[in-house]
């Protein structure tokens, strides 16, 4: 397993992480994730660890809380090897304190995030959206609190939009306040907007992307093709409406390619869906998921080989979309091309 250092900081985590939103699954979308429990995490866990894989991503958000609880169960013993990765802020309830990054807030969720996960340290914890009734002043404060105080090692957040990010940054280096290093982002083959404005932001300003949903929200698992409609275990039958929208036409197009990269490396498609990612800019880890031990391994397989230059050349050439204004002149136009080279 490859380590990489996550934005600018000192800490390291792998090129992939494992996502637990299966563990303790209920509910309309978590239940058709999965529903893991404690004794088939702690093997996912175990798989994990012989590949290298030392950080598990959560939410308390996760099945109502019983996706950390699930985790905390399955590092049991082993706290000292894993990095625990963990977020709040959306609605956990319909009370007024149950939603957003007000001090209250944050505090609580911090201390019931530690008790589900039977641990006495988050090692990235991250904002999960932004609360535009909170002012950021208040959120840093509350964050270098919990930091200070040892509950937190490290911040970031997710699926922040590119000005909500430069506002908290501003703020945490006038006040003094501890940086957010990750965004925790939706990127894929079918799903590239994060280059636009938030990968060159993060360059920029030492952010590291850690990415959710590699496979476009299950459609680039190589059980979709062109002509044919999901098969019936697929969970895009009860989950589509939640996720990233992808038109039929892009999806195929890739789809085509992957099949093509397959035959020529006899890697799944999966596998390289999520290499490609590994080589983007920015790319921290790779947030993989999984029903079983088969799904596990198979993901697994995506690190210690690359796509070559030819092949990513191919996969970038039949995933690529005009940017939207005021990008497009950037990516179409030489003078502002010259002006502002590509990141990507």
């Known amino acids: 397993m490859e380590y990489r250092r996550l934005g600018a900081s000192g800490l390291k985590v792998p090129a992939l992480s494992f996502g637990a939103g299966t563990f303790g699954g209920s509910g309309p979308l978590f239940g058709a994730w999965g529903s893991t429990d404690a004794r088939e995490a702690r093997r996912l866990v175990d798989i994990c660890l012989d590949a290298g894989v030392t950080m598990f991503d959560t939410a308390d958000v996760y099945s ?20 625990v990765s963990t977020k709040t802020s959306l609605p956990t309830g319909d009370g007024p304190d149950d939603a957003g990054s007000s001090r209250s807030r944050l505090i609580r969720a911090t201390d019931a995030a530690l008790r589900r996960l039977g641990t006495d340290h988050i090692d990235l914890f991250q904002l999960h959206a932004y609360d535009a009734g909170t002012p950021v002043e208040e959120v840093l404060s509350t964050l270098d609190g919990l930091v200070r105080a040892g509950k937190v090692r490290y911040l970031g957040v997710s699926n922040f939009a590119g000005w909500q990010i430069m506002k908290s940054l501003a703020a945490a280096d006038r006040h003094g306040h501890p940086r957010y290093v990750a965004h925790q982002v939706y990127y894929s083959l079918v799903g590239r907007d994060y280059e636009w404005d938030l990968l060159p932001l993060a360059l920029d300003q030492g952010l590291g992307a850690v990415v959710w949903s590699p496979l476009g929200w299950g459609r680039l698992t190589g059980r979709i093709r062109r002509g044919t409609p999901p098969p019936a275990g697929s969970r895009l039958h009860e989950t589509a409406s939640f996720g990233p929208p992808v038109d039929d036409e892009q999806l195929f197009t890739v789809v085509d390619a992957l099949d093509e990269i397959a035959a020529e490396t006899g890697r799944a498609v999966p596998q390289i869906a999520i290499n490609w990612l590994l080589q983007r800019p920015t790319v921290a880890s790779v947030v993989i998921g999984a029903r079983d031990e088969a799904q596990l391994r198979q993901n697994l397989g995506a690190v210690g080989w690359s796509l070559t230059p030819e092949q990513v050349a191919r996969l ?16 179409r136009q030489e003078g502002f091309a010259r002006l502002n080279p590509a990141p990507v």
């Open 64 to 83: 109502g809380g019983a996706s950390e609880e699930v985790l905390g169960e399955a590092i049991k013993g082993r706290r000292d090897r894993v990095l």
């Open 316 to 331: 970038d050439a039949a995933s690529a979309r005009t940017a939207p204004y005021p990008h497009f002149p950037y990516q």
